[in-house]
């Protein structure tokens, strides 16, 4: 009903770091895992990462894992993934939504417009 608004990407050098943010609504956030995810040109949507609502479980494609960290602060309903070590292969769109245990969207709530991140070589 309500789309979630994500920011923060942009273009940087591989190496570089962004930080992205996903502003939701209380219905979309409240006690629900969080999660990003990610479609880039001619490829599928695919997994990136998961926070449950207490922040104390995480979850993180292998591509993510080492160099992206994610985090929540539910006072403001936001979701946020700090991306380091960026490669060109990271670029892509990047959403957020709810996430099942299967890394899966729920598909009880819309999908935003999503923030582009282009990583140059």
């Known amino acids: 009903q309500v789309q979630p608004v994500e920011s923060g990407g942009g273009l940087v050098q591989a190496g570089g770091s962004l930080r992205l943010s996903c502003a939701a609504s209380?219905?979309?956030?409240?006690?629900?895992?969080m999660g990003w995810f990610r479609q880039a040109p001619g490829k599928e949507r695919e997994f990136v990462a998961s926070?449950?609502?207490?922040?104390?479980?995480?979850s993180y494609a292998d591509s993510a894992r080492g160099r992206f960290t994610i985090s929540r602060d539910n006072a403001k309903n936001t979701l946020y993934l700090q991306m380091n070590s960026l490669k060109p292969e990271d670029t892509a769109i990047y959403y957020c939504?709810?996430?099942?245990?299967?890394?899966?969207?729920?598909?009880?709530?819309?999908w935003g417009q999503g923030t582009q991140v282009t990583v140059s070589s």
């Open positions: 939504n709810q996430v099942t245990e299967g890394r899966e969207p729920t598909g009880f709530r819309s």
């Open positions: 209380a219905r979309t956030f409240g006690a629900y895992t």
């Open positions: 926070i449950n609502w207490s922040g104390g479980r995480t």
